[in-house]
């Protein structure tokens, strides 16, 4: 194989995925208003992955404490690889599935957010932190390869990127990663309008008969769109089924919002 051959065959493994991915994407502006909802309110956003998944998730993680484009307000967001001391004595002390799992329940607080990264949805470290966020309250998504998959079917939403090739789902992934951060950008200023509860009450989210979160803010309020941005509570598949989990987080009735509502 020539070098223009395989120039070719990657662009077009790209290529064939882009499309299908349009339409995965599009869930991506509602993650950024219930995210920038979440840290502009005081939570935080903890990442997790595994080798060039674990790049990814430091390159979010930079983009929201320095910034994407524009100055702004530092938010809260933590790759858990990158602390080498605690993982390496994790890893030593408890084994390797619980590098990310102890992390979770140390750093996440009920309604913060974790992102698992993983191409494969197998990675049981990532399973382990899976269980560990629905153990502590957090909501949980997930950027995968192509679904089912069994860490799209522990979390609550999952991008899942349908190509066979695992180079072209990072390379899509890394798409993901400054698109959310995009989103979250455009929806900080309207974040930022709305009165605030005071933190004192409930702020954790209700399920409805469907197994879906209802459609509002915090603070009891709908986040509306920002500039053509999906509110939150805008539909999307892979919530949680109603126990909580489900074959690929679906609900009863097959989808359900992102949103959430306080009584």
């Not at 920038?36 to 939570?43: D, E, F, N, V, Y």
């Not at 979250?184 to 309207?190: E, S």
């Not at 999307?236 to 009863?252: D, K, S, T, Y």
């Amino acid at each position: 194989m020539t070098t223009l051959d395989t120039l070719d065959a990657h662009l077009s493994g790209l290529a064939a995925a882009l499309l299908p991915y349009r339409r995965e994407a599009q869930r991506l502006a509602s993650w950024g208003s219930e995210l920038a909802w979440t840290l502009a309110r005081g939570g935080r956003l903890l990442v997790a992955g595994n080798g060039g998944s674990a790049a990814e998730a430091q390159h979010l993680t930079a983009e929201l404490v320095g910034k994407l484009r524009h100055d702004r307000q530092p938010l809260s967001a933590i790759a858990l690889h990158a602390e080498t001391s605690a993982l390496t004595a994790i890893g030593n002390d408890y084994g390797y599935d619980e590098i990310f799992a102890r992390q979770v329940r140390a750093h996440g607080r009920p309604d913060d957010l974790l992102l698992l990264m993983s191409t494969s949805g197998t990675s049981p470290n990532l399973l382990t932190a899976a269980h560990a966020a629905h153990d502590t309250g957090l909501r949980c998504w997930a950027f995968t390869g192509p679904a089912p998959n069994p860490l799209a079917d522990l979390c609550d939403d999952v991008l899942a990127v349908p190509s066979p090739d695992s180079q072209v789902v990072q390379e899509l992934h890394l798409v993901s990663t400054h698109l959310l951060c995009e989103y979250v950008d455009q929806a900080l200023p309207l974040v930022r309008q709305l009165p605030r509860a005071p933190w004192g009450q409930p702020a954790r989210a209700g399920r409805s008969s469907e197994g879906g979160r209802d459609r509002a803010g915090r603070d009891g309020l709908v986040l509306a769109s920002v500039d053509g941005v999906a509110p939150l509570g805008g539909q999307g598949p892979h919530r949680h089924g109603p126990n909580g989990h489900g074959p690929n987080g679906h609900g009863a009735g097959g989808t359900t919002g992102t949103g959430w509502v306080e009584p």
